[in-house]
């Protein structure tokens, strides 16, 4: 029987502390807790990725999907606006192929779609992710 092995590459991903205060801050609510999420710099733009492979990219808002939970089984949506993206973003990186899990067709089809964004995008380099994110960003007059 052959082992199946996911191929690999780094991505950035957001801070969960900044997270949970951004989410906490905009619900007025100190139990949101945010959930660890990838975010990819794929050649369509940047997009947000959760452990369960599915992923967004930014809305016709121009914001990007944030999940967080309360207590056990309470879930959180928050659209985050380019700035806050990047105010929330970590200098480290995750392995995708590590984040994502595996279990299923289902999660390996969501994991090679979200794979082969950031493997024929550009950099996934923190630096690179935030200069794409800056081209989103609205110029004040």
Known sequence: MTEYKRESVWTSKIDVDKASKLMQDHFQDPAIKA???AVINA???VATVCSEGVGWFANDDGKFLLLGYVGQYGEVIMY???EELISIMSDEFIYLDEFVRSFGA???TNYSI???QANSGPSQQPHAV??????CLTPTV
């Open 43 to 45: 050649k369509d733009g």
């Open 80 to 82: 985050a606006t380019a």
């Open 35 to 37: 959930e660890e999420m």
């Open 106 to 108: 289902r999660l390996e």
């Open 114 to 116: 979200w794979y082969g």
């Open 130 to 135: 935030i200069a794409a994110l800056e081209k």
